[in-house]
């Protein structure tokens, strides 16, 4: 979901941004773009511009301005869902390749393959991505994609984009991470470029390059309003109408312009499964559950995430390890490999067992962090979605065992959403993401919204509980030169209080 690779995608893994989407001097209307000779000269009243070497500089026109910056949009929206769809088809090309197939999904080449290509494949592709992130961290580092926009700093386009091309080398060959970060990191790398010679104030800069790695969310997965909602509500962290239409406008233009791949139609095809009002009593009952898995699945990759990127040789040896042993398990369960597309198509077609999803559920959470503990990069969206699908899906299963009946897609899509919305602390935007993949009815819209929401809810809630339970301890406070002891405080305080003073 935000959502997210781990150093690059900086979901809620990563350090907190150190800076507020838009400061309060960021409030520079359209308006009042000038050309970048130019800028106003402060011993003058009127408003007038001067260049910059003090001779009077020309002030751009108001229609030249709104001109500009309704280019910028439309440049901005061409560009994502061509890389939306350029990382579609190169996504796709090496899935063939590492596993020999020719059409269909993923799940289906798994399937074919022999024992030995599922081996080879996967540790030789994900082994060659481990070597070019080797070669590529001994020379620089990618900062995190999100903290670079909300904080203004330039982009260094050609290793943003080699790390983009190996995030897709990994996932491609199998590598259970998400294939959305890197379409993002293209989209506005690429917006980025475009827009640094014009006259755009660095606010709606801002707002571009955001409104770019929505976009390329959007035209990879076809979900123009789940992109939208991931600009404003995840990356640039601003719900101002000017950020809204833009993330609006740029995530459509990207939708439409990647058509030609994705073909207008939804991720995922809902199946005719029948609907009853029974599913509400389940979607209450399945949130903390979700609550539960989600906070699991966040505590998980956060522990497996190394201090700092590995940038030694062994990068070679260690994702190539987590390959073979995703391979080794695609022996017994072959939805594992990939970014998790394989098990909610099992998931939504009813195809799997209790054994299967329940073993789903815990093992693609595992290979995910195995992944991020080797020194791979990839996003968590898909990963995550996955294990609320089936985590969803075991419930359903286990109601039909116990006697009951209960709608295995409904349940599938509906644990999705909630687990997404736990693991990218955005449960407005698991919602509508989980809904435009698949084009479900609209009453079950509802129950995806019932369901992030509400596991939202218990999350808070039992975080509360949890703080107001820390037991009191003696703590230590900086005083003068030296510490001295203290009085008994929270636990929680008492962190804080150490972590400013260095301890």
């Not at 505590?299 to 995430?305: H, P, S």
């Not at 968590?380 to 009951?404: H, Q």
């Not at 039992?462 to 030296?482: F, K």
């Amino acid at each position: 979901m935000s959502g997210k690779g781990v150093f690059h995608d900086t979901s809620r893994f990563n350090a907190e941004a150190t800076r507020p989407a838009l400061a309060e001097s960021d409030t520079t209307p359209i308006a009042t773009f000038y050309s970048p000779q130019s800028r106003r000269d402060p011993e003058h009243c009127d408003g007038s511009m001067v260049s910059d070497s003090g001779r009077p500089g020309r002030e751009v026109s108001r229609s030249q301005r709104y001109f500009t910056f309704a280019a910028a949009i439309l440049v901005t929206g061409v560009l994502s869902g061509v890389v939306g769809g350029f990382t579609t088809v190169l996504v796709r090309t090496l899935e063939h390749l590492s596993f020999g197939y020719d059409q269909g999904p993923l799940l289906i080449g798994v399937r074919d393959a022999s024992i030995e290509r599922r081996l080879i494949g996967l540790a030789t592709g994900c082994a060659l991505a481990g070597l070019g992130w080797w070669l590529l961290r001994r020379k620089t580092s990618v900062p995190g994609l999100n903290e670079s926009i909300r904080q203004g700093r330039r982009f260094s386009q050609v290793p943003m984009a080699i790390d983009a091309l190996l995030q897709v080398l990994a996932v491609g060959s199998g590598a259970s991470l998400g294939r959305e970060q890197a379409p993002r990191l293209f989209a506005a790398a690429a917006t980025e470029l475009t827009i640094r010679l014009g006259s755009i104030p660095a606010p709606y800069r801002r707002i571009l390059l955001a409104s770019a790695a929505g976009a390329g969310l959007a035209a990879v997965y076809n979900v123009p309003a789940a992109g939208a909602l991931y600009a404003c509500g995840i990356v640039l962290k601003s719900w101002r109408p000017v950020a809204v239409l833009v993330a609006v406008a740029t995530s459509c233009i990207a939708t439409v312009t990647a058509w030609p791949v994705s073909h207008g139609h939804p991720t995922f095809a809902w199946p005719d499964t029948q609907y009853s009002w029974t599913a509400l009593l389940f979607t209450v009952a399945l949130m903390p559950v979700a609550a539960a898995v989600g906070t699991g699945f966040n505590g998980l990759i956060r522990r497996a995430q190394p201090k700092s990127p590995p940038a030694s040789w062994t990068l070679l040896v260690t994702i190539g390890f987590a390959g073979l042993l995703t391979g080794a398990c695609s022996i017994w369960m072959p939805q594992m490999p990939g970014n998790g597309k394989s098990i909610i198509v099992e998931s939504l077609a009813g195809g799997d067992t209790l054994i299967a999803v329940t073993v789903a559920m815990v093992l693609k959470p595992v290979l995910t962090a195995l992944f991020i503990r080797a020194g791979a990069v990839g996003g968590m969206l898909t990963p995550s979605l996955a294990t609320g699908v089936a985590t969803g899906a075991s419930i359903a299963l286990l109601v039909e065992r116990l006697g009951g009946y209960a709608s295995v897609p409904t349940l599938a899509l509906i644990g999705g959403a909630a687990v997404l919305g736990i693991t990218q602390r955005a449960p407005v935007f698991a919602a509508v993401f989980t809904a435009e993949l698949t084009h479900p009815p609209p009453q079950i819209w509802g129950m995806l919204l019932l369901a992030a929401v509400g596991a939202h809810w218990v999350r808070l809630l039992a975080g509360r509980r949890r703080r107001l339970a820390e037991p009191c301890v003696n703590s230590v406070e900086a005083h003068g030169d030296g510490l001295i002891q203290g009085h008994a405080r929270p636990r929680i305080l008492v962190k804080a209080l150490n972590r400013a003073n260095g301890l």
